[in-house]
């Protein structure tokens, strides 16, 4: 399995980014997006099953991002709108495809694969 996130770049505060994770290898489990800002712990941010439509989302970023997959192209998005500067950070897709575990992952720790990173920075 082999994720490769792509999307990212500088942008103002209050524009809108769209972020994409391609996902090769069989189908998977979930994915989810995290991000991580300079001295910051790690922090979930969305995820999508590989089949159904519930999603969930961080509370800091609720009603401004979307999660959506396209399970043809095996790409997963993250539309960001209304910026704030305070979303700066590296942004990660990750991936599971084993199940056993329920599908709304908020934890790292639960993802199986992580695909290199790609940076949002928000200016003022």
């Known amino acids: 399995v082999q994720l490769q996130a792509s999307g990212g770049g500088l942008v103002q505060a209050g524009g809108s980014l769209r972020l994409s994770c391609a996902a090769s290898?069989?189908?998977?489990?979930?994915v989810g997006w995290f991000r991580q800002a300079p001295g910051k712990e790690r922090e979930f941010v969305a995820v999508?099953?590989?089949?159904?439509?519930?999603?969930d989302y961080a509370q800091s970023v609720k009603g401004r991002f979307t999660i959506s997959r396209d399970n043809v192209k095996k790409i997963v998005y993250l539309q960001m709108n209304s910026l704030k500067p305070e979303d700066s950070a590296v942004y990660y897709c990750?991936?599971?495809?084993?199940?056993?575990?329920?599908?709304?992952?908020?934890?790292?720790?639960?993802?199986?694969?992580w695909g290199r990173g790609t940076l949002v920075t928000v200016s003022s």
């Open positions: 990750a991936a599971r495809t084993n199940r056993g575990i329920p599908v709304l992952m908020r934890q790292p720790e639960q993802y199986e694969y």
């Open positions: 999508i099953p590989w089949v159904g439509g519930t999603t």
């Open positions: 290898g069989s189908k998977h489990h979930g």
